[in-house]
């Protein structure tokens, strides 16, 4: 097994590791090592099933099972294990065999507007259009985004939360009996620390969730909308971002706890099938002196060290 960083900031590729055979204790080890030193790990070429995608993940943490297919709007029931969900735009007679279709998913990360967040996510591309019809997949380094923070606004990130409003999805559709939002400050969803502490590597993040109708606790609307706007712009800048374009059979997986990812739209006239798996997170919390915790070393400057 061979681990490569990418050079940008965050990301390593994994070669010479077939992930439809068993993994030795050694390489697992190695495996979640790459991952909390580089946040997302990429493996090309694996043709493997559902069952060693699962088995892989199991690596990461313990299996979270996506919410049944009968909660999640019109998607069919899939013949896949309870463990995967499948994202996809395919239809048959009429009806989404997947999630999220072929729109634009905003910037996210995986079940932020849960008490408990997601951590590590698992895609294995089964069906991926050609490169010139789009679809691929941002990934955004959230240490390196707090760490680089201008002083005034890091102090004032580590003393304030924000509300994950649940209304709205990543495609910002209205969830299945939500209420739409006019009042961000009035929204429901769990309140988070704006700046989190990974319970693995003990570094701060930014933990901005998703925009939509989020809030930040105890400020007006206004100076709320003002903020998040200016956290937004400063955490999806290119120095922080790695952009994986798809090739079938790439396995890539990410830390939700340290990452925001979105993906581009792509031309409705390509199928396309990925299959994910994800483990359960944390609840969020910001460790007392989180203020003086050194930063992770896998920052927009890692290359340049
Ligand atoms: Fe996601």
Not at 98 to 116: A, Q
Not at 154 to 174: P, Q, V
Not at 193 to 200: A, D, G, I, N, R
Request: aromatic share 8%; net charge negative; with cysteine.
């Amino acid at each position: 097994m061979k681990i490569t960083p990418l050079a940008f900031c965050l990301g390593a590729e994994v070669s010479d590791l077939n992930l439809g055979e068993p993994i030795s204790a050694h390489d697992a080890l190695l495996l979640k090592k790459a991952y909390l030193d580089h946040l997302l790990l990429l493996f090309p070429n694996q043709d493997i099933a559902d069952q060693d995608l699962i088995r892989v993940s199991s690596i990461f943490g313990e299996m979270m099972l996506p919410p049944a297919a009968h909660e999640r709007s019109s998607v069919q029931k899939s013949d896949a294990p309870p463990e995967i969900t499948v994202v996809s735009n395919v239809k048959v007679n009429g009806v989404p065999i997947g999630e999220l279709g072929d729109g634009e998913v905003i910037w996210h990360s995986d079940y932020s507007f849960k008490e408990v967040i997601g951590g590590m996510r698992i895609l294995h591309g089964i069906l991926i259009p050609p490169l010139e019809a789009g679809g691929s997949t941002e990934f955004a380094n959230m240490y390196a985004a707090f760490d680089d923070l201008p002083p005034d606004l890091k102090k004032y990130a580590l003393n304030h939360s924000i509300k994950h409003d649940i209304a709205y999805d990543t495609n910002r559709a209205l969830r299945m009996g939500a209420t739409p939002v006019t009042d961000p400050s009035k929204g429901v969803g769990p309140i988070h620390p704006m700046v989190s502490t990974h319970p693995e590597s003990n570094c701060n993040s930014l933990f901005l969730g998703r925009r939509l109708a989020h809030y930040i606790m105890g400020e007006t609307l206004e100076q709320s909308e003002r903020i998040l706007d200016a956290l937004w712009e400063h955490a999806t800048q290119e120095k922080y971002i790695y952009r994986h374009a798809w090739k079938k059979n790439d396995v890539v997986l990410w830390d939700n706890r340290c990452v925001i990812h979105r993906r581009g739209s792509f031309d409705s006239q390509h199928d396309r099938i990925l299959h994910a798996a994800q483990v359960q997170g944390h609840k969020p919390f910001q460790a007392e002196n989180a203020a003086i915790f050194k930063p992770h070393h896998r920052g927009a400057s890692f290359f340049q060290n």
